[in-house]
């Protein structure tokens, strides 16, 4: 009675609830699924919170880049926390049902959290060409207003991105099948379960894909190729060294953020290759968001100290 009602409903493109297929079937490769999602997850949200915390705290990290730092790191705890939990609860409770509503809202903020975060990477780029092109003029350029104002243009901009092919995407029937071949609700897998026509919202997402990674791959590129022009002219082999480890940490973070998102959009062997595809888009949201503390503070001796202080404060309160 209930599969009949089911397709009933499916066939009159009133789908009420979709069922993700995840990543595996096998109960003993979801154990192993479920301990390594839990550990990232903890890893990530504990790293994050930390440079939240200390960028908050210590006098020492009151600059704009660790406030663009601070809220990269608050980005990366929404962007894993809006997919990882729910598919960990799939797993430990055996439950693969997602509402409607419930799949479009993790649409809509992993969306937004990750093509927010492209922007927040551009201006952080910025940041660092006016630090070391401009360091004279920094602190005038680089105030609080300004850097408040950048960090609402970065999720202005997400949104405005998004917004277009998720007014689409709430438009989409679904008739044949209510099965998402992902481990989370996104757009690929939900345009290709739709009985609707799907030319117009499959162009939008590539066009604002496509928009998202060059506007902010220029604005990155051009202000790396100004500050690597800058470093090389100066005197001091040590002074390049400083120039270049403040920026080190920034180009990694780019390098893998661009690099996975380019490999799933622009690969068209990739979109064929459904595993792979979520495979790469597990990475993207477990391990990604748990490397960005540990190559921030790592490869940092400010946030180190800070870190450091702050547990020597911590012992000497409990003792």
């Not at 397709?7 to 979801?30: C, E, Y």
């Not at 209510?178 to 690929?188: E, L, R, S, V, Y």
């Not at 082999?237 to 380019?262: D, E, L, N, P, W």
Request: net charge positive.
């Amino acid at each position: 009675q209930i599969g009949r009602s089911q397709k009933s409903m499916m066939r009159n493109g009133t789908v009420t609830t979709f069922i993700l297929l995840g990543l595996a079937d096998d109960p003993q490769l979801q154990v192993l699924i479920f301990i390594f999602l839990f550990l990232t997850y903890t890893l990530s949200v504990t790293g994050n919170l930390t440079i939240i915390t200390l960028t908050s705290v210590d006098s020492h990290l009151k600059t704009p880049m660790y406030f663009f730092l601070k809220n990269f790191s608050f980005l990366e705890i929404s962007f894993t926390s809006a997919c990882i939990p729910r598919y960990m609860y799939s797993i430990a409770a055996g439950d693969k049902v997602i509402t409607y509503n419930d799949c479009f809202i993790q649409v809509f903020f992993t969306d937004l959290c990750g093509v927010t975060e492209f922007f927040l990477l551009a201006a952080m780029s910025y940041d660092r060409y006016v630090a070391i092109c401009k360091p004279l003029h920094y602190t005038t350029i680089m105030s609080t207003k300004v850097c408040q104002t950048l960090i609402i243009s970065c999720w202005l901009s997400g949104l405005c991105i998004i917004i277009p092919p998720f007014s689409l995407g709430l438009t989409l029937k679904f008739c044949d099948s209510n099965m998402i071949d992902h481990f989370t609700c996104d757009a690929f897998p939900l345009v290709k379960i739709s009985c609707s026509d799907t030319w117009l919202i499959e162009q939008t997402v590539i066009i604002c894909a496509v928009l998202t990674l060059n506007i902010t791959l220029t604005c990155v590129v051009l202000s790396y190729a100004s500050i690597i022009k800058t470093i090389l002219r100066f005197p001091s082999v040590q002074q390049r060294k400083k120039a270049f480890s403040t920026c080190s940490s920034h180009m990694i973070v780019v390098s893998i953020t661009y690099g996975t998102c380019i490999f799933i959009y622009m690969n068209p062997t990739a979109k064929e290759q459904v595993t792979i595809n979520k495979v790469v888009s597990l990475l993207i949201s477990s391990i990604s968001p748990m490397l960005n503390p540990f190559i921030y503070t790592l490869r940092n001796n400010q946030v180190k100290k800070a870190f450091k202080d702050s547990i020597k404060r911590i012992v000497l309160l409990s003792s």
